[in-house]
């Protein structure tokens, strides 16, 4: 599986909320829209981000896995139509992607994959240090394609005074902490 796809996810812990979601009419639409989305197998992605059995409730098991030369193909399928059901005109959705100079081999081809219209109601941001990677290089090179869709941010490093400036900030400091900032 692409363990950065999955693992944002994780870190996020699935931090998907949408409008509504106390009113019981509500949480049943979302279910069956994310069930549908997911399919039969969902329980698989389910073992992948376990978070999203709560979205989903439990879900029955696979009755007939897909054959081990499809898997890829397969769960390829289930994250982008789960991302497309999370990803609405009516809820966009943000993706984070962290240090994404160690992106996997798998969670780039899963990026590669997205058409272009997938970001029609996603948001995905790729925070990465300036490092070669074959993966990260091909990563970039896609969004880069996406020509005015892509914006590029280069940040610098913070100097010790902006850190200073930055932790003395920070409302919770006692006044020992604060006096070994200045």
């Known amino acids: 599986p ?3 796809i999955c693992g944002s996810f994780h870190c996020s812990g ?3 909320c949408p409008p509504g979601w106390r009113n019981p009419e509500q949480v049943h639409q979302w279910r069956q829209l994310l069930r549908e989305a997911i399919g039969h197998s969902g329980d698989m992605l389910v073992r992948l981000i376990p978070e999203l059995e709560w ?6 098991a ?3 896995p897909p054959p081990v030369s499809e898997a890829r193909r397969h769960l390829h399928g289930m994250l982008q139509r789960l991302l497309a059901a999370l990803a609405r005109r009516e809820q ?3 993706l984070f992607l962290d ?5 996997d081999e798998e969670s780039a081809i899963f990026l590669a994959e997205l058409a272009p219209s997938s970001f ?9 240090r300036p490092q070669t990677s074959i993966a990260l290089d091909a990563l970039l090179e896609q969004c880069r394609s996406l020509g005015a869709r892509t914006r590029e941010i280069a940040l610098q490093p913070l100097s010790p005074n902006e850190i200073g400036a930055l932790l003395q900030a ?6 020992d902490e604060q006096a070994l900032l200045t």
């Not at 979205?55 to 029955?60: C, S, V």
């Not at 240090?99 to 992106?103: G, I, R, S």
């Not at 920070?170 to 006044?175: A, F, K, M, T, Y």
């Open 2 to 4: 692409p363990p950065a």
């Open 14 to 16: 699935l931090a998907v």
């Open 55 to 60: 979205l989903t409730g439990e879900l029955p």
């Open 62 to 64: 696979s009755i007939n």
């Open 92 to 94: 966009p959705l943000l």
């Open 99 to 103: 240090d994404v100079q160690w992106l």
């Open 120 to 128: 029609d109601h996603l948001l995905l941001i790729a925070a990465y």
């Open 170 to 175: 920070e409302p919770g400091l006692r006044d």
